[in-house]
Every structure is written in C-alpha cells, then in structure tokens.
C-alpha cells in the first residue's frame, strides 16, 4: 500500500468523476484518457507489464480516439438546448450505482480477512504470455482474432452510407 | 501507509469505485455516447480486479488472471468500435444521439 498506490488510484477515481459528470463530450473524452493511463500505470504497478502497455496501446491509443471521432462525427459537443445532460430519471440511476458501489464495498470489506497476503513479484516475460498464447490459449486467441475480424466489418457496414441516403 | 491488511483490498476497492461511477454515467446521462464511456469505465475497472487478483493469488505463473483481462481488453475494443458504429447510424436516422428522445424503433 504505497503512496504511489493512492496518487494512483485518486487520478484515476477524480479522471472518471470527470469522465461522467461534465458537459463537454470532449472534455469527457479527454477525462476519459486520463483513467486509461492511471488504470495502465496501476497494471504495471502490478507488475503486469504487458497489460499495461496493452492498455496504452488500444485503449489511449484507439479506443479514445474512436470515442473522439465519433463525438465530432455527431456534434454531440453541443449542449442540448434545454441545457440539462443527465436523463430524467437520473435520480433512479444514481441510486442503483451507489447501492452496487455499497454491496461491492462491503463484500471486499467483509472478506478482506480472508484475501491473500503480499506474496512475491510474480516473474512472468513475455516470451512466456506468447508461449502460452500459442499453446494453452490458441483457441481463445483464434476466435478473438475471429472476433476483431467480424466487428471491424460489422462496424463498417453499420456506419456505412446507404445508397440513396440524402447526404 | 497501512489501511488495509492487504493491498488487495485497495485495488478492488478502487475497482468497485471505478464501476459504480461508470454505472452511474450510463444509467444517467442522455447522450448515447457518454453511455458508451461509462459502459467502457465498467469493463476497465473488472480488468482491474483480474489483474490484481491475478498478481495476488498464488500461482500468478499460470497467468490465467492476465490472460482473462488480455482477452477482455480485445473483447472490449470490439465492443466499442460496433457501439460507435451504431451510434454513428441512429445518429444519421434520428438526427440525434440523446437518449430521452430516442422513443421509436423503425429504419
């Protein structure tokens, strides 16, 4: 539990308040970069070199920017005209988030007795995750490499024009 | 600095406020995109809690816990480019991506 932990985890709490509560989509898209590189920088404080610099990659390096694009694409920077940005039953959704955030809590807090202790830095390359990738897990792999195939054309045919569309 | 009887407990905790805040900008905001960010802060914060958990359980060299959230990471960037796909074609239906005004569903 170090200081490092906990500078950490407040960038990354404060960047996902951020994320969800302002009004510019940009700014929310830019927030939302921020919790990407703190939950990165926890993973390799986990020693979890490889999923952190996964992370980096796909999600700052394209899931905001998908996220980015899109916004533009659909003016959605624009306040609604009315001005409000939460729904009309936000009071609703904001009780059911803090009952699961109250039931999360009070599990990890309830069973903390029973989590394991620190134990020592787990020593795994990446020749390792690759081994292993190829051999334990090549099934998995092929249908997530099916998987990207099929929602990248998938997303290309839902966002592609249809003839005939005016504009 | 010592609050918890084991750095576990942190991170989950940290994972579990990560949810309930990306919980709670899905189910309130109006803007489907912004939807989108919390559904996207939710899968986040359970690769959180594979990754802690896999670096704290025994046997982190069978790298089960890391190979869970590689593959949820893949899984998630398809996730999101189908979700922004789709947000992009209502948009260009409906003229608007605000969830409350969103009420009807024909082509």
């Known amino acids: 539990m170090s200081f490092v932990f906990w500078l950490l985890a407040a960038i990354t709490v404060a960047g996902g308040l951020a994320a969800v509560l302002l009004k510019n989509l940009v700014h929310c898209a830019l927030a939302l970069t921020v919790v990407f590189t703190g939950l990165a920088l926890l993973f390799l404080q986990l020693d979890a070199q490889f999923a952190g610099f996964a992370q980096i990659l796909v999600y700052v390096g394209a899931v905001a920017i998908l996220v980015v694009f899109a916004i533009l694409l659909t003016r959605s920077s624009e306040t609604p005209k009315d001005g409000g940005v939460f729904s009309r039953t936000w009071g609703a959704g904001l009780v059911i988030a803090a009952a699961v955030f109250a039931v999360l809590g009070w599990a990890v807090l309830q069973s903390e007795a029973g989590l394991p202790h620190e134990t020592s830095v787990p020593n795994v390359t990446v020749q390792q995750i690759g081994e292993a990738l190829m051999g334990r897990y090549v099934l998995p792999l092929e249908i997530v490499a099916l998987l990207l195939t099929a929602a990248m054309i998938g997303a290309v045919i839902v966002a592609m024009h249809e003839k005939g569309d005016a504009k | ?107």
């Open chain 2, 1 to 107: 600095m010592t609050v918890f009887a084991t750095p576990l407990a942190g991170y989950l905790l940290v994972a579990a406020l990560l949810f309930a805040i990306g919980l709670a900008g899905a189910l309130t905001r109006r803007n489907a995109i912004l939807v989108l960010i919390g559904i996207e802060l939710m899968l986040n914060a359970a690769n959180l809690n594979l990754i802690a958990f896999w670096r704290y359980m025994p046997h982190p060299e069978a790298l089960t816990g890391m190979m869970f959230a590689i593959f949820s990471i893949a899984v998630a960037a398809a996730e999101a480019a189908v979700g922004l796909g789709l947000v992009i074609s209502i948009h260009r239906h409906a003229k608007t991506t605000d969830l409350d005004e969103m009420n009807k569903m024909k082509g």
